[in-house]
């Protein structure tokens, strides 16, 4: 019996526990609580990944119960974090994008060309190829300081390009209320299902195959607030 225990825990990290999901908000440098302040996904449980850059779930990747979550109040120009359920283990970028509700974000679903990006984390490239942020735990970015004041949608995303021509998505919305900020006109903008589709470069390449040089980023380029 020891040793099958052994394989199982040599074996577990290719297997079931290589997925994950964001499931914390890292607010004010203090950890909040599973599904708090993001939607639950409809990857649970599990953390399964979506696999359809042109499938609703693009969006928020919510599950069917659209359970209330929390909205977190955040200051312009501060950190957020995201903490994953398990290490990412997979090679691939990580986005960060924002859109403003009309009103109160509770209810809202994210519809429409209103979605601009606020960061991201590409590759790195030499001699021996793409190099990609890996066994991260989480990721933060920053609220940019001039996005005006309100409540948003906030996406975070991990593209894993693991099996080529396979993107997975790991994908997570939050609920924030932004204070401070400032009157930046957030562009381009683009919608959840629309702004990906599985013919893009960075899906539909083989990060493995030869030397690439660069990695083509999907989406909209980075809004300069
Ligand atoms: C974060 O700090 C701001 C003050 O800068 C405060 O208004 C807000 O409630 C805090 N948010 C959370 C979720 O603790």
Wanted: glycine share 12%; hydrophobic share 35%; aromatic share 10%.
């Amino acid at each position: 019996m020891k040793l099958s225990v052994a394989a199982a825990l040599v074996l577990a990290p290719y297997g079931v526990l290589s997925h994950y999901a964001f499931w914390r908000m890292v607010v004010n440098g203090t950890t909040t609580g599973e599904w708090e302040y993001l939607r639950r996904t409809a990857g649970e449980p599990g953390s399964k990944p979506l696999e359809n850059p042109s499938a609703p779930g693009i969006r928020c990747y919510e599950d069917g119960s659209h359970k209330i979550v929390k909205t977190a109040t955040v200051a312009a120009g501060s950190k957020i974090g995201f903490k994953a359920s398990n290490t990412m283990g997979h090679p691939g970028p990580f986005t960060f994008y924002m859109a403003k509700a009309p009103t109160s974000v509770e209810r809202w679903d994210g519809s429409g060309n209103v979605w601009f990006k606020i960061d991201e984390i590409g590759a790195t490239a030499d001699n021996a190829g793409l190099h990609f942020k890996m066994g991260l735990s989480q990721v933060d970015t920053v609220i940019p300081r001039s996005v005006p004041a309100g409540e948003y949608l906030i996406r975070v995303e991990h593209i894993a390009l693991h099996k080529a021509g396979q993107p997975q998505f790991y994908i997570s919305c939050g609920q924030i209320r932004v204070t401070g900020g400032g009157s930046g006109n957030p562009s381009p903008k683009v919608s959840f299902p629309g702004a990906y589709k599985m013919s893009d470069p960075g899906f539909s390449g083989n990060i493995y195959k030869g030397t690439p040089t660069s990695y083509p980023m999907p989406g909209p380029p980075v809004w300069k607030g």
